[in-house]
Each structure stands twice: as C-alpha cells, then as structure tokens.
C-alpha cells in the first residue's frame, strides 16, 4: 500500500520562506509522479506543483511559478516543496499526492492522483 505524508508546516510572515516535505512508501517511488496541492477553508482543493518520477519534468500553477520550487531525491524516496516570497493568498492545507506516472511527465490533472496525505497547513500572516 503506498503511503504519502506531509511535513513542514507553520507560520509565516508575508514575504517569508517555508519548505515542505513528502515522505513516499510502499511502492517504487521513481514510478510515481508527486504533485503538491493545495485547499484554503470553503474553497476547491487546487493544483500547485507537480513533478515527473524521475525528477526531470516540473509543472507549476501560474500562481506560485516563479515563487515555489519542488524537487526530488529518488535515493530517500522524498519530494521537497521550497516556498518563498509567501503571501496571504497561499494560505491553506497543502497536499502531497502520488500518481502512476507512466510517461515520465507531472501529473497535473486531480484524477490522476491516487494516493493522497492528510495534509499540512501553511498560514502566511503577520
């Protein structure tokens, strides 16, 4: 069974940097694309970031391109999301999740995705 889970959350002030992290098992990590999403209060769980299963594709929702960097270490079957420059606005539950990844390309579609973690805030305030 393939299990994801998140770490790495908290509070920030605007304009400050935070780094998530997503702990893959129970499959052969580099098979799976990993995508970051995210879900503010009453709203719609939103595409974020998304990475190729072997780290040399990436995908990034207009509003954090620029600003959020993902990575991967396929040797410790981790998934890092580097943020910077915060804002109010990305405020919210952020997700990792895991999808087969059959053509080395993210996975940018929520079906796609199988495997999700419970989640991990992240508050940008003052």
């Known amino acids: 069974q393939v299990y994801v889970v998140e770490s790495g959350g908290g509070l920030v002030q605007p304009g400050g940097s935070l780094t998530l992290s997503c702990t893959f098992s129970?499959?052969?990590?580099?098979?799976?694309?990993i995508g970051w999403w995210r879900q503010a209060p009453g709203k719609e769980r939103k595409f974020v970031a998304a990475?190729?299963?072997?780290?040399?594709?990436?995908y990034y929702s207009d509003s954090v391109r620029g600003r959020f960097t993902i990575s991967r270490d396929n040797g410790k079957n981790t998934v890092t999301l580097q943020m910077a420059s915060l804002k109010p606005e990305d405020t919210a539950l952020y997700y990792c999740a895991a999808g087969l990844d059959r053509y080395d390309t993210p996975l940018m579609m929520l079906y796609e995705y199988n495997h999700w973690g419970q989640g991990t805030q992240v508050t940008v305030s003052s």
């Open positions: 129970g499959g052969t990590f580099s098979s799976y694309g």
């Open positions: 990475i190729s299963g072997s780290g040399g594709r990436t």
